[in-house]
């Protein structure tokens, strides 16, 4: 049996793990918000589908857009639902009713946990409506907008510290799209009114939508430049997919996300050289998921259509596992990440009536979730790799670790198709004592999925078999799997 060593340090840490990767994000697309997280109807919350999303201890949720927001005027979701304008929404061709605004989504926020992450229109609305939005939302009673927030009754303020300004303006796609230096004029205006007006907030400045598009890195230099001290993150997104049908190469992508995630913070730490501040902007990964199939847009003017319903297999699980190990391994530069999206449309939860099934993606994220608290470690891996094409030669086993207090978590995935792999995990600076929990999602083949028919075919299952001898834990991997273990320390 192949075997894998994964090196350990307890002093070989690279910063603590932000709790805000593991975000989502709720746009108004498709059945996301009607439909999905809310009645079609009434836009009351549904309870079942909420209590589904619970145990992935979701933090900070954006909303809402994505695309949508650039069309998106916010007054037009606030006070009595019966008096809300129905509009045509253009990014996604749909109609949008207003029964589920600002306030709906902060008593969801309150409900659930989640940290509110507004994003301002900056395609076709203007830094000051922008400035209008935080008023409603942050500002004490006395003034206009604070006061219609009080009287569409919330008194206190929702006091909401993130901000996106704006999203994908780099892409022609976007509604109000401009070059990088009209829209770093535009996000200047808005976020010094923004942070004039409540100095406690943190900003995401728009960064390269992708890493194909024409701009890439050079969009972001020219933001960061001149934004300075406004931008406290830069915004990244990735989608991927198997579009050649090559599942090899397509577990091996996670590799590329690390590239991503190192170019952007290498711009980062020029920018700040070059201006010579202490401040150095950090990641802001907003955007990600596996999403190739389901490509199709077009709302064609209907209600809550079905959008982008794309459903999971067991390779999809596994890149999925590989984001957020990825997003632990650069925890030093990546601060905020929200999976796109969370009900529905490229969700890990799907809905049909009153029912619901959890895809496979689920999973990883549930299982590092409930890990996530303390400093990411440093892996060194001495094991067998593959060649995975354009990819070159990759470990067979992908990986991170998380030093807790008084235990360490390591994540692992084994991306061979047919073979199990002995794994083993050496810790120096301290102690394995005994296993705390261990837990693994494994599938029978590359596309196997669950559906509602079949909502249990890939669930996580208690890891068997872990042993501790002279300090070094072993257990086994089965093919296609990820494994998520906590070890108790002496």
């Not at 907030?201 to 050079?218: F, K, N, P, R």
């Not at 060649?387 to 992908?398: E, I, L, S, Y």
């Not at 909502?455 to 208690?462: L, S, W």
């Not at 834990?473 to 320390?489: D, G, H, R, V």
Request: hydrophobic share 40%.
């Amino acid at each position: 049996m192949p075997q894998t060593t994964l090196h350990l340090h307890t002093a070989h840490t690279i910063d603590t793990v932000d709790p805000r990767i593991f975000g989502g994000f709720l746009e108004h697309l498709g059945r996301a918000v009607y439909d999905g997280l809310v009645d079609p109807d009434s836009a009351a919350p549904r309870g079942w589908v909420m209590d589904a999303l619970r145990p992935l201890k979701m933090t900070a949720m954006r909303y809402p857009g994505g695309n949508f927001v650039s069309g998106y005027h916010w007054e037009d979701g606030v006070g009595p639902k019966d008096q809300r304008p129905t509009m045509r929404d253009l990014a996604w061709q749909s109609i949008e009713p207003n029964r589920f605004g600002t306030d709906e989504f902060m008593d969801v926020c309150r409900d659930m946990d989640w940290t509110p992450m507004m994003s301002v229109n900056l395609g076709t609305g203007t830094p000051e409506e922008a400035r209008n939005w935080l008023e409603y939302c942050n500002g004490p009673a006395g003034t206009k907008y604070a006061d219609m927030r009080v009287a569409n009754g919330h008194a206190d303020p929702h006091d909401i510290k993130l901000w996106c300004l704006g999203n994908e303006m780099d892409g022609p796609w976007q509604l109000g799209h401009v070059p990088a230096d009209q829209y770093a004029i535009r996000a200047q205006q808005a976020a010094k009114m923004m942070r004039d007006f409540d100095p406690t907030i943190e900003m995401v400045a728009c960064g390269s939508c992708t890493t194909g598009i024409a701009s890439y890195l050079e969009w972001d230099r020219t933001v960061l430049e001149y934004l300075g001290d406004y931008a406290d993150h830069i915004s990244i997104h990735r989608y991927v997919g198997n579009d050649d049908g090559d599942t090899p190469r397509y577990l091996a992508v996670t590799d590329s996300i690390d590239a991503q995630i190192e170019a952007t913070d290498a711009l980062c730490k020029f920018v700040q050289a070059r201006k010579k501040t202490k401040k150095r902007a950090t990641i802001c990964f907003d955007e990600w998921n596996i999403w190739y199939r389901e490509r199709g847009g077009d709302g064609r003017q209907q209600f809550a259509p079905h959008l982008l319903e794309e459903i999971y297999n067991v390779e999809d699980m596994l890149v999925a596992a590989g984001f957020l190990m990825s997003f632990v391994r650069n925890a030093d530069s990546v601060k905020i990440a929200n999976i796109a999206q969370i009900v529905n449309v490229i969700a890990p939860v799907m809905t049909r009536g009153d029912e619901l099934f959890r895809q496979t993606i689920y999973w990883p994220f549930e299982m590092m979730t409930t890990r996530r608290d303390g400093k990411a470690l440093r892996v060194a891996t001495d094991g067998p790799s593959y060649d995975a094409g354009k990819a070159g030669q990759v470990p067979v086993t992908d990986s991170a670790a998380i030093l807790g207090d008084g235990t360490v978590s390591v994540f692992v995935a084994n991306r061979d198709l047919s073979k199990p792999h002995e794994v083993a995990v050496d810790l120096a600076g301290a102690s394995l004592a005994s296993v705390e929990s261990a837990e693994v999602v494994a599938g029978p083949d590359p596309q196997a999925a669950n559906s509602f028919e079949n909502p249990d075919q890939i669930i996580k299952r208690p890891l068997d078999g872990v042993a501790i001898k002279d300090g070094v834990a072993t257990f086994e991997l089965p093919p296609l799997s990820f494994a998520a273990l906590t070890f108790k320390l002496a």
